[in-house]
């Protein structure tokens, strides 16, 4: 009880914190009528609230810790519509969802505070005893910042995105305190002495921003009974902590960790492995690691490896905390794994009863701190903290906000954008401060090459309400990048950026509701209908009916590649994606399990021929480079006067290294690893095996084959040591679990297409 007590279990403020009267509970709808809600129709009804059920908000302003003073309070008052999940599997998971918020909120100087509280009957708990109960908490900036969060308003030098100090004392309707919302160790949030930058003696704790939200639950949510048809697992190689290797994998930084960029960089994309509970100091900090495959120069004070100063983040829960996430975009976005699904949720969900071997700490637990530190990305941008909204779900899919200031680039000031600083990738610039002299948003971005997080991962693995509500910010985010469904086709087809966009798109199609604080199913798929349809037009009609000569085309209808100019050889062609394109695997993994896939195809016409095409194209390369090549080509490139090649055994015969193969090097001596754009790439061949087994290839069994022949030599190499710090050690350097399988599924989702049509479709 005692680790779950900060996320879940009671916690008082003594002293002048504990002022404060019982509120009287109110009708939940004003009227003294029971209101009908929309129900599920096969999942449990909405719960009656309980006398343990969260009522009234009290915020303390902590500007004078001798005196915190009481600035406002708010009562959950009003019952809305219940949040009932449109898809039949999550609806019947879930039930309904009774939504409960607050007809007035609370200002705290300029910042307003608004709580919502969702809560679903006790059949979605792990324990099965009391209802789930779930609370979000929102802010707004009241003042002069009036178009808040738009850009157009806001005067970096003379406002702040941080509140000032406070907490939040969370009461039942009888006035037992439940909850306070404030730091692991009883500080307020946003205290003057929380330490923002890499110290000897004192703990990193990232201040909360307004574009955070502050998340509570009273109980654990349960796994889902499906989780196994969503995410069946990783195989036993993808297991090994040896995939935190400190090779080209795991590449990222911090700024208020490194301090800087570059040379100061430290690569700490596996601390999840190594991490401490909380963040600690440099000085003093020395475990003994009790993972064999962290060696004590890897688990390291000064980075130099993927361990290098895990001590810095802490994996625990805490307002404003990394968590392990890893959410500054310096490059690599909000998460440390460029992946569709996250590493923590990944291992948890193949092993829940597992634990990490340093600190032997449950998979659960630390999986709980994870879910939680969704809400402390800066992405929960709203305009009335009472409602919890910024943009309807017809805006969100059609015609979104924008983004102004990202990492790459990008966008404007306007009453319709919103600035997010990622360009301040080290800090050190006058800029990137606001008039406090904080770092404006704690450095939080994102950009389309770096747009993978998504917290629908816990609603669909865990039922969990309130990340539902989290992925819709996070899906809102990905549109406002794209600025619609039809724009940036060509530019993004085949690369990463075509993966995150479907991700999202795929999360709110699983996680869709009618209700305000979701996105409705009608509008999804008619946003990613119209996304095909334009794909149709700018990909599919050049290059399958046309049959243009252009180099793009003719690349995709070669070699599975869009051709390009390499930006930095103007003498020169170049793939455009690459392998890191082939993190669509997972997307479309997760779009069949979902039954998305099946809902699409089902369509047919352009759709259908958008989504096989998509399929045939990453065939192309991928089943090419490995059942005609040695496999270590993960970019494709050659002199513009050079012959274009017409398959990928072409590529390898006219432009490929022949003294090389993918797990040995040119002298014969085996390579420790590969680039990471080239694991998707195979990883893809197993999904293409195990999830589209409808969609024939004369190529898929020899590929299939070379892979495992490749796979089998590590076998052999570690088998072949002599005791068993050797066989670790060789395990540990030449094992790329980046190429490990996902398990197959134990079931498929729906395919949407007869197996006898398949062929007639790729004919047509």
Sequence with gaps: MHRRQFLIGSAALTGATAIGGMAVAKDPDGTGKKKSHPHSGTGPEAPELTADAPHRFEVWDWSNKKEPVMAGEMVLDRRIDNFVYEDAEMAS???????????????????????????????????????????????????AWTSYPASDTFNAKKLSTFPKPFKVVMKNA???????FQMQDGKPINDPDLNQWRSETKPLRPKVTLFMMLPWQNTRPRRSSKLKKYYPGLTADGQ???????????????PMITGGYGSHSINSLANIYGAPRWPRPRTGYGPMPKDPYLANNEFNRNGGSAYGGPYLEGWDYEPGSFSTHNWYTGPGGPRFDRCVIPSVVALWATNPNGRRLQENVP?????????????NHGNHWVRDVKTMQLMTSKEVMF???????????????????????????????????????YMWGNGWARDSLHSYCNAGWIALLLNSPMHAVGSRFDTAVQMMMDQGPTQNIREHYMVRSQAWRWLHYVMAWKLASTHPLGLS??????SFAQHLEQIYKEIYVPQVVQKSDDPYFRGLRNLGQPIIQDSSNGNAWVGQGGGLGYYMGHVLQLMRQTGMWGAMMARGGHIRDVL????????????GLHADTNGVTYTIGFDKKGTFPNSMAHYHELYGKKDEELFTGP??????????????????????RDYFPEIEHPKLAPALARVDKRLATVTARVAAALDPEAKRERDHVYRYPGLAPIKAPPELGPFGMARSDIGKAKES
């Excluded at 009888?174 to 306070?180: N, P």
């Excluded at 015609?399 to 990738?425: D, E, M, T």
């Design 521 to 526: 199913r009608a509008d999804v798929e008619a």
């Design 93 to 143: 998971e879930n039930g309904d969802i009774a939504v409960y918020q607050c007809s007035r909120s609370a200002m705290l100087g300029d910042v307003e505070i608004g709580f919502t509280m969702l809560a679903a009957d006790s059949s979605n708990t792990e324990s099965g005893k009391t209802p789930l109960y779930q609370v979000l908490g929102c802010f707004a900036h009241r003042g």
């Design 174 to 180: 009888e006035g037992k305190v439940l909850h306070t």
């Design 399 to 437: 015609k979104p906000w924008s983004l102004y200031g990202n990492y790459y680039g990008g966008g404007a000031v306007g009453p319709r954008s919103i600035f997010i600083n990622g360009s301040q990738r080290d800090g050190s610039q006058d800029h990137n401060y606001d008039g406090q002299g």
């Design 240 to 254: 090994r902590p040896s995939q935190a290797k400190a090779h080209i994998s795991v590449l990222s930084c911090e």
């Design 667 to 688: 002298d014969g001596k085996p390579v420790n690893d590969r680039d990471v754009s080239i694991h998707p790439i195979i990883q893809y061949i197993y999904i293409r």
């Design 363 to 375: 998979h659960r637990d630390w999986l709980d701190g994870w879910a939680m530190a969704y809400f």
């Design 612 to 623: 096989l095409l998509q399929v045939r194209n990453m065939d192309q390369f991928a089943l």
